[in-house]
């Protein structure tokens, strides 16, 4: 193996190992990013709600009909609603990426955006 191998080897190992610390770091400082609770009506983005921030807002629909949603530590949650099944207001409250509460009659969806990943997938549940 000549010297400009051995250089070579050392240099590629090197680039590697920078590789894969950058990437860890950068997904570690995804994971610290502030979750949201992005709710949406009929599709379309109403409202997004830091979950680091303690708080309760009243949606209310052209309609008349309304869902209260409280942010309390780190979880959301609908605490009223003006629909008959109350499903939404039964509904536990959220605060892992990518958990729902949904409100039919009031085609109201709260959706976790960000933050934590639940370390539970859907098939173990």
């Known amino acids: 193996m000549k010297k400009n ?5 050392i240099v590629i190992l090197a680039l590697t190992a920078i590789s894969v610390v950058g990437i860890t770091v950068s997904r570690k ?3 610290a990013d502030v979750a949201y ?23 209310e629909l052209e309609d008349g009909s309304y869902n209260i949603l409280e942010i309390h530590d780190g979880y959301a949650q609908i605490s009223e609603a003006s629909c008959r099944d109350q499903i939404c207001v039964n509904h536990f409250p959220v605060h892992y990426s990518k958990e729902m509460i949904v409100c039919l009659p ?3 969806i709260v959706e976790i955006v960000g933050g934590e990943e639940n370390d539970v997938d859907g098939a173990t549940n």
């Open 37 to 59: 609770a992005v709710v949406t009506i009929d599709g379309n983005e109403y409202g997004r709600y830091p979950l680091d921030e303690d708080m309760v807002t009243t949606i």
């Open 5 to 9: 191998d051995l250089i070579l080897i």
């Open 106 to 108: 009031n085609r109201l």
């Open 29 to 31: 400082m995804n994971k």
